[in-house]
Nanobody, 122 residues
Framework: VQLQASGGGQVQAGGSLRLSCAASGGIFRRYALGWFRQAPGKEREFVASISRSGGNTYYPDIDKGRFTISRDNAKNTVSLQMNSLKPEDTAVYYC????????????????WGKGTQVTVSS
């Protein structure tokens, strides 16, 4: 499975961005999908994940209520809507596909997409 993330950019604090990740080369609905991010000097961290059917979503407490993950199994895409962005949300954002679990842990990701940079200025 190949994943390609897009939609990053620079935005002011309080603004919004929508990230998308397009998949190819596999059976998309077999994978739980997740978004992770990595800020300079920090470890990659979990941002959001969604189940294979799209019926269940998971968020860490740090962004619960601000971020919304969704997927379209017909279009093989997963998206992350980010609202009320903060400077601390600045990071490279990665999408990942998990063939076994719920795509909530870095070590469970089977396939990674290349990251997309999100920069939030104060």
């Amino acid at each position: 499975v190949q994943l390609q993330a897009s939609g990053g950019g620079q935005v002011q604090a309080g603004g919004s961005l929508r990230l998308s990740c397009a998949a190819s080369g596999g059976i998309f609905r077999r994978y739980a999908l997740g978004w992770f991010r990595q800020a300079p000097g920090k470890e990659r961290e979990f941002v959001a994940s969604i189940s294979r059917s799209g019926g269940n979503t998971y968020y860490p407490d740090i962004d619960k209520g601000r971020f919304t993950i969704s997927r379209d199994n017909a279009k093989n895409t997963v998206s992350l809507q980010m609202n009320s962005l903060k400077p601390e949300d600045t990071a490279v954002y990665y999408c990942g596909a998990d063939s076994v679990g719920m795509a909530k842990r870095d070590e469970d990701i089977t396939y990674w997409g290349k990251g997309t940079q999100v920069t939030v200025s104060s």
